[in-house]
């Protein structure tokens, strides 16, 4: 048990060097989440009109969060694949360590900066009139609850690594599927006015429950609660139910993959 | 049987590839075997087995009395692996990847700290030791990726080719640390597609090809297999008794070169050859600018033992 926490820990503590040294991974969790917040905000803030006239930076917040967090965990994808490509994890599977604390470690450390990204998206929103409005609580749930949602993609993005050849195709897989998860959604824009198809496909999408969850958390705008889709009707209830299927789903199948690709 | 390292009739294939077909091998305990082959020959996917990153198709191997696949845990204890295809973190400092290594094998985090401290000091590397790996030179590259391989003071070592893409210069320096460490009691085995290397540190040579042993032996027993010395000599002036003049100290026929200045032929390499082919030759009346008795080197052993001469390889892996 002792090794096990070591391992982890030590891995982990490795996958964050690389994080803050490459610029690229570390821009994704810190200047992306100002970059696309004032854009977002500025750019697209004053022509997107809610349906009960709310306010649309408030509203902004919860989605720019799922934006950031979701296209971020591409970060595992990448890490993970040239960690098998470049013979770092040989190295260290001639080690006398605990098998899984290579995808244990990348997981918790994704996790660690998902937890930095969301501290950057929370704090230019308090800067741009967002505000938390159910109390410390239900603030802490509506991250928490994000939190563990990008913690379960990012095992689906560990499944991608493990699968791509190298870095750069694990970087096309993962823009290939998680953009359009990130914007057919109800993240930047209410999905009132989206084509019918569009619109069931962003009202079950994942990324729009757990927006629609922190929004109801925090008391911000939340055109979808109109909805009479389940998950836009139960959020929370929705957004935990997609992240533990994914993780139920995802980590058994990328310890599977790992273990087929790391053997031969 | 003392060996440390052994393999009995190890076999694998990748599709229709037949990386090893039958391997044999034993080091006893603070030997080095150096393993020769050339590209391709199964000397990378025969460390790979014994270091347990691949399993082998059949056979089976022993490192420090556990088997690399049913204890390959007890395997990863005892082993230090330098390889090019399990290297170490480019992006972190070299420090910093000796005292991850360190912490992984189950070191305390001061004891990892002092342990890289050493190795760098040990390797030339103190100065480097806080600069990520990107930036250091092949040799500082390989130097840290040995000393990475024994961070643990394991009693048995793998390098595969620890010097191919090095200069000379770094080659030579690499050579010297190799040897301190079997100077400390390690248990080495070492592969290389270099001859010189091989005869250089390994006290005993096991030629592969096709991912079979052809052949095993010191390097002075490999090269009296291929038979004899070979006499070359050059005349002032071409001149037809030469040959004749020759012919009782050469094992063979005697080559001569178009413009009949150089002859060559194979020799018993007796004490006193060269002197006696000179005073025959002299007393023949024939002056000569040169004469050489080469020693066959593992170049020649190659060839005769593979047909093709490591050249050959270079040509064929380009």
């Known amino acids: 048990m002792r090794t096990m926490v070591r391992d982890v820990s030590v891995l982990t503590f490795r996958n964050l060097v690389h994080i803050r040294r490459e610029p690229l991974q570390l821009s994704d969790v810190t200047v992306q989440p100002v970059l696309f917040t004032l854009l977002f905000t500025y750019v697209f803030g004053a022509g997107v009109v809610l349906p009960n006239h709310g306010s649309y930076n408030a509203f902004a917040i919860a989605g720019l969060l799922a934006l950031n967090l979701t296209t971020s965990s591409m970060g595992t994808a990448v890490g993970l694949s040239t960690d098998l490509a470049s013979g770092a994890i040989d190295r260290f599977r001639t080690l006398p360590i605990w098998r899984p604390a290579v995808l244990a470690g990348r997981s ?28 410390i609580p239900r603030m802490l749930a509506g991250f928490g ?120 | 049987m003392d060996a440390i390292i052994e393999a009995r009739g190890l076999c694998k294939r990748f599709g229709a590839t037949v990386a090893l077909d039958g391997l044999d091998l034993a080091v006893p305990a603070g030997a080095i075997l150096g393993v020769l082959g050339r590209n391709g020959a199964g000397k990378t996917t025969a460390v790979r087995i014994l270091t347990t990153l691949a399993r082998p198709d059949s056979g089976s191997a022993r490192v420090a009395g556990h088997d690399v696949v049913r204890q390959a845990d007890a395997v990863r204890r005892v082993i230090g692996v330098t390889a090019q295809n399990a290297t170490v973190d480019e992006v972190l400092s070299g420090r910093q990847n000796l005292v991850m290594i360190g912490r992984l094998s189950g070191l305390r985090r001061r004891t990892a700290q002092a342990r890289a401290t050493e190795l760098l000091a040990q390797f030339e590397l103190a100065d480097a030791g806080d600069r990520m790996i990107k930036e250091y030179s092949g040799g500082m590259r390989r130097r840290l990726d040995l000393a990475a391989s024994l961070v643990t003071r394991p009693p048995v070592l793998f390098l595969d080719e620890p010097t191919t893409g090095l200069d000379p210069t770094s080659r030579v320096r690499m050579w010297g640390v190799i040897r301190g460490l079997v100077a400390d009691g390690a248990t080495l085995l070492l592969t290389t597609q270099y001859l010189d290397e091989a005869d250089e540190l390994a006290d005993r040579i096991l030629v592969i090809d096709h991912g079979r042993s052809i052949s095993e032996g010191t390097a002075a027993e490999l090269k009296t297999q291929t038979g004899g010395a070979r006499l070359e000599v050059t005349l002032t002036a071409a001149d037809g008794e030469a040959t004749a003049a020759l012919a009782p100290y050469v094992s063979g026929a005697v080559h001569a070169s178009h413009d009949g200045l150089r002859l060559r032929a194979p020799v018993r390499n007796e004490p006193g050859l060269a002197t006696r082919v000179v005073r025959a030759l002299d007393d023949a009346g024939i002056t000569i600018d040169d004469v050489q008795v080469h020693q066959p080197s593992l170049d020649d052993v190659f060839f005769a033992l593979t047909g093709h001469t490591s050249e050959d390889e270079e040509a064929v892996a380009a």
């Open chain 1, 108 to 135: 918790l450390a994704d996790l660690l900066t998902a937890a930095l990204c969301a501290t950057i998206v929370a704090l230019s929103g308090l800067a741009i009139g967002w505000r938390p409005e159910n109390g």
């Open chain 1, 145 to 264: 609850l994000f939190l563990f949602f990008s913690y379960a993609v990012s095992w689906y993005c560990a499944c991608l690594g493990i699968l791509s050849r190298g870095p750069e195709s694990a970087q096309g897989l993962g823009l290939i599927v998680l953009f359009p998860l990130a914007f057919v959604s109800n993240a930047m824009v209410p999905t009132q006015h989206m084509p019918a198809v569009l619109r069931f496909v962003a009202d079950w999408n994942p990324v729009s429950a757990v927006t629609a969850a922190a929004r109801e958390l925090w008391g911000n705008p939340n055109p979808s609660a109109t909805i009479a889709a389940w998950p836009m009707q139960h959020p929370v209830a929705a957004s935990l139910v997609w992240s533990v299927g994914m993780l139920l789903l995802f980590a058994p199948l990328a310890a599977f993959l790992y273990r087929r690709r790391t053997t031969d």
